[in-house]
């Protein structure tokens, strides 16, 4: 098989291959035959492929043949057909092993199915016309194959940078790709322009192998001379491969890091949380230092403290931190970190110290003397209450104490009366019920006492201020309107009263009195119901329902002579709401009526 380039080359040259044999069937006569076939076939492993083989002009009959040239250049014989009519009839002689076979259509072309690697072959095409006139023309197939994905095994040790030479760095694999492909490698997403010429700074290795399949593998190993800088880099490779009518491909490897040793340079030294910028750390808290030294891997650490120029070693771990658990006031001073880093260069600041504060407040003790004070005039028992005495640092937030004062103002009971009826005075009666409050304060704290008995113990009032009230609850009498019901308030100091007056309460109305007239009111309006319902029944006759006429009825009407025994309704409704008067005189109401 040619190398790439030279396959590459070739898809430049004229696609159209004339090749014309001029012979003779006589001494003095001439023929002419010609060819035309693609030079170059490209297809994908796998694809099925047709390699055309078209005479040009005009034939009646022709013969035509495929061979297969190998790699020494001898031809072996694969199928054959003459031209019958319209359509070349013929057949496959030899697949030489191949699966699926050859096959030759009605066209003449050599069919391939499921193409592969290894059918990577000049394939000559003979026609023959007549006797002796024949031309031939050669097809190149070229089978293109894209490699799996990409693999990278990086080098899992340390790598040093101290080291002078360039060090294995990774190993990159494309497998069964074809034609073969190229590798390049990237750092931080640049390509490295490494050579393949083995030098101290860095160059790479490849290696080709064909597979069984006829597939090819392709193996690319970096060695680079590391830097420090190298410690968060990012590499990966690249599988660059070929594709039909002139396209690339590009397979990318997952990026790995490094693990590199490199010496310790420079080292950091810090207060945590919660210190200030200043450095003050509050008395009761739990402080941790941090040291941090910029090598690889990460060194010992040896924490110290200086007192009277000597170090007093406080702890040596591998983490860089110490925690000063509720660190006090004595554990203020000079603190240090020392990183203990054999590779590092001579002139290397390996340690760093600091000064730790530690910022307290004792209790505060309230007192006559000097100091902050604060000043109360005209006390009264509103000044009564807690005050709080507080100090802070401002340089250390979170930092204070405080001390409550309770302040406690004596005097004679103060009442207040404004709590005093549900209505106005004057406009009580007799019977109606009240809720009397009676609120005071002093110190000590007050008693109250009520004229009537029914008092509630004392509560502390709603809103505080040292207020406290008691509840009477009672009926209002008239004994009580002229008295009052009164409240005091009493202490060692004194006492306070105050009087609630109800004024005049108007009598309760008599029970008795009530319910007769009540019976009264009804009797009449039944009586007038009925008289107005029996006028209803008598509309339209004359002198019904008046008074004052004595004697007999008027005449023209015949019916007011009777007795009225006709009617015995009437009648008896009228004897019954009159008690009989009507029959035992005259000038009363007629019997109608």
Known sequence: MEPPDAWARTRGAPRLLVLALLLGAQPDAQAEVQVSVPPLVEVMRGESVALNCTPLGVHDYFMLEWYLADRSGVRHRLASGELRGSEIQGGVHSSRGRSPPYQLDSQGRLMLAEAQVGDERDYVCVVTVGATVTAEATVRLQVFAKPEATEVAPNRGTLSVTDDIAQEIATCNSRNGNP??????????????????????????????????????????????????????????????????????????????LTLHYPTEHVQFWVGSPATTEGWVREGDSVQLFCRGDGSPSPEYTFYRLQDKQEDVLKINLEGNLTLERVQRGQSGIYG??????????????????????????????????????????????????????????????????????????????????????????????????????????????????????????????????????????????????????????????????????????????????????????????LLVVAAFYCMRRKGRPGCCRQGEKGAPPSGDPELSHSGSQRPEQTGLLMGGASGGARRGSGGFRDEC
Not at 222 to 250: E, I
Request: charged letters at 20%.
């Open 180 to 257: 073969a492909p190229k590798i390049t490698w990237h750092r931080n997403g640049e390509p490295l322009q490494v050579p393949m010429e083995v030098n101290t700074e860095g160059y790479m290795t490849s290696r080709t192998v064909r597979e069984a399949s006829g597939l090819q593998s392709l193996t690319s190993t970096l060695y680079l001379r590391l830097r420090k800088t190298d410690r968060d880099a990012s590499f990966h490779c690249s599988v660059h491969y070929l594709l039909p009518k002139g396209q690339h491909g590009r397979l990318d490897s997952p990026p790995f890091g």
């Open 337 to 526: 970190c020392r990183v203990e880093d054999y590779d590092a260069e001579e002139d290397a600041e390996l340690s760093q110290t600091l000064e730790l504060r530690v910022a307290y407040l004792d209790p505060l003790e309230l007192s006559n003397g000097d100091g902050p004070t604060l000043s109360l005039s005209s006390v009264t028992f509103d000044s009564a209450g807690s005050y709080t005495c507080e100090a802070s640092m401002p340089t250390v937030p979170l930092l204070s104490r405080n001390r409550i004062l309770r302040l406690l103002v004596e005097g004679s009971p103060e009442l207040r009366p404004e709590e005093t009826l549900p209505k106005a005075e004057g406009s009580w009666t007799e019977g109606d019920e009240v809720r009397l409050v009676c609120s005071a304060r002093g110190y000590p704290e007050p008693k109250l006492k009520w004229s009537q008995a029914g008092g509630h113990p004392a509560e502390p009032a709603p809103g505080g201020q040292g207020w406290v009230s008691s509840s009477l609850t009672l009926k209002v009498t008239s004994a009580l309107s002229q008295d009052g019901v009164s409240c005091e308030a009493s202490n060692p100091h004194g006492n306070a009263r105050h009087v609630f007056h109800f004024g005049p309460v108007a009598p309760q109305t008599s029970q008795a009195g009530v319910a007769v007239m009540a019976v009264a009111i009804s009797v009449g309006l039944l």
